[in-house]
């Protein structure tokens, strides 16, 4: 009976054991899933945060704010917009670059000046509010139920000043050099008068004179090497400029000449090698956003101001054309002279 009661006793305690571990088992099994239930909340919580910044950005730039004007553009950590790293607060939570002031690369999160930056009501100089996050302080853009978010908009609207040669590309540079030096002219004459803006035809030029090989690296050496650090000239200048874009190198210089006009070739490929010139250049660009240029003249006049180039009019062609199969004719695409410079409509 003994040994019956022993046996009973060591099955009691392995049950026991048992029951034991199933129960950690569970009890782990279920902080893990609250944990992540936890996890996914946060994460749905970040994506609705997340899109009311896209929407709230969509909506000031549809009411008529442009991010890149300095008092809504974007700083990275360049906290009071001197484009310097100053000593206390920008010094005290750099950490994307440390010592190194990088604007425009700086991730959003590091970012102590985001866009549309939430303004510090107790700042005479309306420097951006902090908040802390994950131990540093950091800038917000808006609120939402007792949340904070960041935006950095960086749309390619102006012309890209490390373009050409800093671009490998140097064939782009006289072209380049041309639309800076008209882009400086339109700013200083607005339709038809001097509208005070500082610059001239010679501070456009000199964006492309003083460039280190390397290419423009942030504001601040613009404004030193090439404008005489003069600010004013700066601010007049940044929100037509670009100083990083993403460069396409599909586009093409097609080699058009004067003697391509009135011919007839039946397809593009045709004008490759029309009259010996060889096929196009590739000559890689970045892009400019129109839907944004088109409400900003100065820079759609050096887009398109002294701009020529063919075309097919498969119109004309159309009309020349009897029963056969249709060919285009090559046509020139004149420029915008700068004497009709302020008489475009917007259509």
Same mark, same amino acid.
């Given at each position: ?10 099955? !009691?305690? $392995?049950?026991?054991?048992?029951? !034991? ?44 704010? @442009? ?22 607060? =920008? ?28 303004? @510090?009501?107790?700042?005479?100089? %309306?420097?951006?509010?902090?908040? *802390?996050?994950? $131990?540093? =302080? ?10 904070? &978010? ?6 390619? +609207?102006?012309? &890209?000043?490390? %373009? ?14 041309? *639309? ?9 004459? =607005?339709?038809?008068?001097?509208? +005070? ?11 492309? @004179?003083?460039?280190? @090989? ?5 504001? $601040? ?25 993403? !460069?396409?190198?599909? !586009? ?17 490929? =045709? ?6 010139? $060889? ?69």
């Amino acid at each position: 009976m003994f040994r019956s009661r022993g046996v009973v006793l060591l099955i !009691v305690v $392995g049950v026991l054991g048992i029951l !034991v571990v199933l129960s950690t088992a569970f009890v782990t099994l279920a902080r893990l899933e609250r944990k992540a239930s936890e996890q996914r909340l946060c994460a749905t919580q970040a994506l609705l945060l997340a899109r009311s910044g896209m929407e709230d950005a969509l909506a000031r730039i549809s009411a008529g704010q @442009d991010p890149l004007l300095p008092d809504s553009a974007y700083g990275g950590e360049d906290w009071n917009g001197d484009e310097l790293l100053t000593p206390g607060l =920008e010094q005290a939570t750099q950490v994307y670059q440390p010592l190194v002031l990088d604007t425009a690369s700086c991730p959003v999160r590091h970012a102590l000046r985001p866009s549309f930056y939430v303004r @510090d009501p107790s700042s005479g100089a %309306g420097n951006p509010l902090e908040q *802390m996050l994950d $131990g540093r =302080e950091r800038g917000l853009s808006g609120h939402l139920s007792g949340h904070g &978010y960041a935006l950095k908009i960086s749309p390619q +609207g102006g012309v &890209y000043v490390n %373009g050409g040669t800093a671009s490998g590309v140097p064939t782009y540079d006289a072209t380049l050099r041309r *639309m800076l030096g008209t882009l400086a002219k339109a700013l200083d004459e =607005e339709a038809g008068g001097i509208d +005070g803006n500082p610059v001239g035809e010679a501070d456009g030029w000199n964006l492309m @004179d003083a460039r280190p @090989d390397g290419g423009w690296k942030t504001w $601040g050496e613009i404004r030193q090497k090439a404008l005489g650090n003069s600010q004013v000239k700066l601010e007049a200048f940044r929100p037509y400029l670009a100083l990083r874009a993403w !460069v396409d190198p599909k !586009v093409i210089r097609p080699n058009a000449s004067a003697g391509m006009i009135g011919a007839h070739p039946r397809s593009w490929g =045709e004008i490759k090698t029309f009259g010996g010139r $060889g096929a196009p250049v590739p000559e890689g660009r970045a892009p400019v956003n129109l839907a944004w240029a088109r409400s900003h003249k100065p820079l759609l006049l050096a887009l398109f101001s002294g701009l020529e180039g063919i075309y097919l009019d498969e119109r004309e062609a159309l009309q020349e054309a009897s029963g056969g199969g249709a060919e285009d004719r090559v046509g020139l695409l004149n420029s915008v002279s700068w004497d009709n410079r302020w008489s475009t409509t917007d259509e």
